[in-house]
């Protein structure tokens, strides 16, 4: 059934490239792993059953829902699944919606900005406002492994005056070890050094460098992501920065099977003895969800005389996804 | 006489026909009866015109088109009805409409997938209709149906024949619909509730049972254009148009 329906625009063997093409746009090559793998099979099943607009993608690309039954659908999908040869890709059913603190699981290929702006109101004291920006470029390496920058930005409020400059540096290296296709389950290890590039006397930077081995995991149940991460902050000075275990847990759900749905979430994150809950909504911003942006708040539970209430979230762009449909 | 209005003779006033107005002739004698009878359908016939003429054009028809994809099925070439002129060049397939004059087409229409061609190529629908597309080729086809500002309305796949896909049209004006898997398919869907007809092989169209007054007549062809025209309806008075197409 590929050679008598498919085959037409997405070429018998996958790729798109036809001879005399009946369409105007070029189909995504199938047999490209580091494209495909990246993407669920339930995205796939959206597009076959709706067409190219169910997903953001051309119109060109009819719907079959009408005529075929969903078991059919699914298997068009594996058969679609088997023009990429290479084994060793993470399967893209556990590419999760990334949470705003915890780290996900899946290597990615985007960039990032996260702002964040914490309020505190202490009695009798005036209130201050900070605000960081942190700009983030990750990469892929290979087939399951992932290269991060963080360049962060903060602006202290010191109530008489304002200090601002450039943070921490930090460089990170993700891989997964293991990720399962059927049952999506991640589970990926990572290490990320901080370099002390911020002024630790204007406050803007630890002033030391800091280790900080950390492992992720993710799994879908049952309609529900939840994603967990451990990290160790382990400083090389220790007189400047203390040794830190951050532990933060993600569960979450989409509110629709379209890529670029509402996504909510709730974060618990700890940081040795400071814990906190951050509640939070993404959404993809153009019809293939290749730009997205997600807002949180981080509710401290206790240790309130030290830390406010801080307004948290990003604003993403998965920079090998379409953007939106050529036609 | 008089006597016989007063009693308001059912079919004097609707558009029945002339039993109507002899049912209820009574309390006269025959004969004068009889007579109101036949003055009456005179009235009746009076009451509205029609707008008839002839579409024709000065441009030739087309070369066939090559089938680049499932000759077995669609055959080595297909006839282009892109225009379709006879040799009197007379145009078929244009569309009339009188607008104003409201009228209803069927609340569901069907488009045929036809040994690689639509059929009908050229219809009026309804707004909100349902549109059943359907094929009767055992190979993949598309219904891709595109607004005029290029939106596609729906895509639906039909990858074997005997399958039937009911969509609605909405308002959606004129619709070109287009197969992806085979490029030279066009079809068009005129969706008005104003009173339209498609013109034949002969160019011939007629609209009848239009009151009086004055319209907007203005034609549609997917190849051709004419301007619009006022034209003015009389009660009794047959019209019958030329209009040329370019």
Same mark, same amino acid.
């Given at each position: 059934?590929?050679?008598?329906?498919?085959?037409?625009?997405? &070429? =018998?063997?996958? +790729? @798109?490239?036809? *001879?005399? /093409?009946?369409?105007?746009?070029?189909?995504?090559? !199938?047999? %490209?792993?580091?494209?495909?793998?990246?993407?669920?099979?339930?995205?796939?099943?959206?597009?076959?059953?709706?067409?190219?607009?169910?997903?953001?993608?051309?119109?060109?690309?009819?719907?079959?829902?009408?005529?075929?039954?969903?078991?059919?659908?699914?298997?068009?999908?594996?058969?679609?699944?088997?023009?990429?040869?290479? &084994? =060793?890709?993470? +399967? @893209?059913?556990? *590419?999760? /919606?990334?949470?705003?603190?915890?780290?996900?699981? !899946?290597? %990615?290929?985007?960039?990032?900005?996260?702002?964040?702006?914490?309020?505190?109101?202490?009695?009798?004291?005036?209130?201050?406002?900070?605000?960081?920006?942190?700009?983030?470029?990750?990469?892929?390496?290979?087939?399951?492994?992932?290269?991060?920058?963080?360049?962060?930005?903060?602006?202290?409020?010191?109530?008489?005056?304002?200090?601002?400059?450039?943070?921490?540096?930090?460089?990170?290296?993700?891989?997964?070890?293991?990720?399962?296709?059927?049952?999506?389950?991640?589970?990926?290890?990572?290490?990320?050094?901080?370099?002390?590039?911020?002024?630790?006397?204007?406050?803007?930077?630890?002033?030391?460098?800091?280790?900080?081995?950390?492992?992720?995991?993710?799994?879908?149940?049952?309609?529900?992501?939840?994603?967990?991460?451990?990290?160790?902050?382990?400083?090389?000075?220790?007189?400047?920065?203390?040794?830190?275990?951050?532990?933060?847990?993600?569960?979450?759900?989409?509110?629709?099977?379209?890529?670029?749905?509402?996504?909510?979430?709730?974060?618990?994150?700890?940081?040795?003895?400071?814990?906190?809950?951050?509640?939070?909504?993404?959404?993809?911003?153009?019809?293939?969800?290749?730009?997205?942006?997600?807002?949180?708040?981080?509710?401290?539970?206790?240790?309130?005389?030290?830390?406010?209430?801080?307004?948290?979230?990003?604003?993403?762009?998965?920079?090998?996804?379409?953007?939106?449909?050529?036609? | 006489?008089?006597?016989?209005?007063?009693?308001?003779?059912?079919?004097?006033?609707?558009?029945?026909?002339?039993?109507?107005?002899?049912?209820?002739?009574?309390?006269?004698?025959?004969?004068?009866?009889?007579?109101?009878?036949?003055?009456?359908?005179?009235?009746?016939?009076?009451?509205?015109?029609?707008?008839?003429?002839?579409?024709?054009?000065?441009?030739?028809?087309?070369?066939?088109?090559?089938?680049?994809?499932?000759?077995?099925?669609?055959?080595?070439?297909?006839?282009?009805?892109?225009?379709?002129?006879?040799?009197?060049?007379?145009?078929?397939?244009?569309?009339?409409?009188?607008?104003?004059?409201?009228?209803?087409?069927?609340?569901?229409?069907?488009?045929?997938?036809?040994?690689?061609?639509?059929?009908?190529?050229?219809?009026?629908?309804?707004?909100?209709?349902?549109?059943?597309?359907?094929?009767?080729?055992?190979?993949?086809?598309?219904?891709?149906?595109?607004?005029?500002?290029?939106?596609?309305?729906?895509?639906?796949?039909?990858?074997?024949?005997?399958?039937?896909?009911?969509?609605?049209?909405?308002?959606?004006?004129?619709?070109?619909?287009?197969?992806?898997?085979?490029?030279?398919?066009?079809?068009?869907?005129?969706?008005?509730?104003?009173?339209?007809?498609?013109?034949?092989?002969?160019?011939?169209?007629?609209?009848?049972?239009?009151?009086?007054?004055?319209?907007?007549?203005?034609?549609?062809?997917?190849?051709?254009?004419?301007?619009?025209?006022?034209?003015?309806?009389?009660?009794?008075?047959?019209?019958?148009?030329?209009?040329?197409?370019?």
């Amino acid at each position: 059934m590929w050679g008598a329906w498919c085959a037409r625009c997405h &070429a =018998g063997d996958g +790729s @798109g490239k036809v *001879n005399e /093409p009946t369409i105007t746009v070029e189909p995504m090559d !199938f047999t %490209e792993c580091k494209v495909t793998t990246p993407e669920p099979d339930a995205d796939w099943e959206r597009a076959i059953a709706k067409g190219g607009p169910g997903v953001g993608l051309s119109s060109e690309m009819p719907g079959f829902e009408d005529s075929l039954t969903a078991a059919q659908i699914s298997g068009f999908v594996s058969h679609i699944r088997g023009f990429c040869k290479e &084994a =060793g890709w993470p +399967s @893209g059913n556990n *590419n999760f /919606p990334r949470p705003i603190i915890t780290e996900k699981a !899946f290597p %990615e290929n985007e960039f990032l900005l996260l702002p964040a702006v914490n309020h505190t109101r202490k009695r009798q004291a005036p209130s201050l406002t900070d605000v960081s920006f942190v700009g983030v470029y990750e990469r892929r390496i290979g087939k399951r492994s992932m290269v991060e920058f963080a360049v962060p930005f903060a602006s202290h409020d010191h109530s008489a005056f304002r200090i601002s400059g450039l943070g921490d540096v930090a460089v990170a290296f993700k891989h997964a070890l293991y990720a399962s296709s059927a049952a999506p389950r991640i589970v990926s290890l990572g290490v990320e050094a901080v370099v002390p590039t911020g002024n630790h006397d204007d406050g803007l930077g630890h002033g030391t460098f800091i280790f900080e081995p950390f492992i992720t995991a993710g799994a879908l149940l049952r309609d529900w992501y939840v994603q967990v991460q451990f990290k160790s902050e382990l400083p090389a000075n220790t007189d400047r920065a203390d040794r830190a275990l951050v532990y933060n847990a993600y569960v979450g759900r989409d509110t629709s099977a379209a890529p670029n749905t509402w996504t909510v979430g709730l974060e618990f994150n700890g940081e040795n003895r400071e814990l906190a809950l951050t509640p939070q909504v993404r959404k993809g911003l153009t019809g293939t969800g290749a730009l997205a942006a997600s807002l949180g708040v981080m509710i401290p539970l206790n240790e309130r005389q030290e830390r406010g209430v801080r307004w948290v979230g990003y604003l993403l762009w998965e920079f090998l996804e379409p953007f939106r449909a050529a036609k | 006489m008089g006597r016989l209005f007063a009693v308001g003779i059912p079919g004097t006033i609707s558009r029945r026909k002339v039993s109507a107005g002899v049912l209820g002739c009574w309390g006269a004698r025959v004969l004068g009866c009889l007579g109101a009878v036949v003055l009456s359908a005179q009235v009746l016939g009076a009451q509205t015109g029609s707008v008839t003429g002839t579409i024709t054009t000065t441009a030739k028809g087309l070369a066939p088109v090559r089938v680049t994809i499932d000759q077995k099925v669609c055959g080595a070439d297909l006839p282009d009805h892109a225009i379709v002129v006879d040799a009197q060049g007379r145009l078929a397939n244009a569309v009339v409409v009188l607008t104003g004059v409201k009228r209803a087409a069927a609340a569901e229409t069907t488009i045929t997938n036809d040994k690689c061609a639509f059929v009908p190529r050229v219809q009026i629908v309804r707004p909100n209709a349902n549109v059943k597309t359907t094929s009767k080729d055992p190979i993949l086809h598309t219904t891709n149906a595109q607004l005029e500002n290029g939106r596609t309305l729906f895509n639906v796949a039909l990858p074997i024949a005997g399958i039937t896909i009911t969509k609605p049209i909405g308002n959606a004006g004129n619709v070109r619909l287009s197969c992806n898997t085979h490029p030279w398919m066009r079809g068009w869907m005129v969706v008005t509730d104003d009173a339209a007809v498609v013109t034949g092989a002969d160019g011939r169209f007629a609209i009848d049972n239009v009151p009086p007054g004055t319209y907007e007549l203005r034609i549609w062809h997917e190849s051709l254009k004419s301007a619009p025209q006022k034209i003015t309806v009389t009660a009794g008075k047959p019209t019958d148009l030329a209009v040329q197409m370019k």
